[in-house]
């Protein structure tokens, strides 16, 4: 699909201004040239996914939003303000939080350490009863190391910290990643309710299963370029062809 068409569409769907432009963002590991001018918005309070087969270029497009690659081109836009030449400590204090799929959890730390660790870059971050409330597994598991975890647990920590920070747009880099059923249900519940909540989420996934139960719009990354968008109420009708994208 062509890029113009790619930005264009959403803007038939609703009035709401996007909270997240991204247009023509290229981004490079060292020489290796990794993204192809990536374009695609994020309207406040939708749930996004970036679907695309492994090495499609979807976590890096997450790492190039966050400003912590080494070279970024193009426009991203947030809140009408331009953060392509920002350092990534700039571009979290507008309240823009990233989850990594390795979930960061250090393992020397304890629950409540690593949970109290990242400073608040905005007002409003959510309390921490509230994270327990949400995951309750956590306030039990209070004291323990990072390395006594199961990976569901790391999960919820890594995305209780970002909650904690006063962040209302997250970047989740594959949270249900080799998860057991269970918890890939409360993962979903979790952000069904950040939704409701007001988050705006822009999430990586492989299971498009687990990304129709919770996104409104999916965009197809392939060979670090959105090549197509699919809302999520049209899935069932372009089923063969998002099987085709990802090889399934």
């Known amino acids: 699909m062509h890029d113009a068409a790619l930005a264009a569409k959403p803007a038939t769907q609703t009035a709401a201004a996007p909270l997240l432009t991204v247009r023509d963002l290229n981004a490079w590991y060292g020489e290796s040239h990794a993204l192809h001018g990536v374009t695609f ?3 406040p309070g939708e749930v996004v996914t970036l679907l695309g087969r492994n090495g499609a270029g979807k976590t890096t497009t997450l790492k190039a939003i966050m400003g912590i690659l080494g070279k970024r081109t193009g426009s991203v836009t947030f809140e009408g303000k331009e953060t392509i030449k920002l350092p990534a400590r700039s571009i979290a204090r507008q309240g823009i939080a990233y989850c990594p799929e390795e979930r960061g959890i250090f393992s020397s730390l304890s629950v409540e350490e690593n949970l109290m660790l990242p400073p608040q870059v905005k007002p409003g971050g959510m309390s921490v009863d509230r994270i327990f409330e949400l995951f309750p597994n956590l306030k039990e598991r209070l004291n323990s190391q990072g ?3 199961s990976g ?3 999960q919820m920590l890594a995305i209780g910290r970002i909650l904690r920070t006063g962040a209302k747009t997250l970047l989740l880099d594959e949270p ?3 998860l057991a059923p269970v918890i890939i249900q409360q993962i979903g519940k979790t952000i069904a309710r950040l939704k ?7 999430l990586v996934e492989q299971n498009f299963r687990f990304a129709s139960t919770v996104a409104d719009r999916h965009f197809v990354v392939e060979q670090g370029k ?4 699919i809302l999520n109420d049209e899935l069932d009708a372009n ?5 085709a994208y990802l090889g399934v």
Request: charged share 30%.
């Open 147 to 149: 390395t006594k975890l």
């Open 239 to 243: 089923i063969e062809k998002l099987h």
């Open 176 to 178: 249900t990643e080799g």
């Open 196 to 202: 409701q909540e007001g988050f705006t989420i822009v």
């Open 226 to 229: 959105v090549v197509d968008q």
């Open 152 to 154: 569901g647990e790391q």
């Open 41 to 43: 918005d994020v309207r």
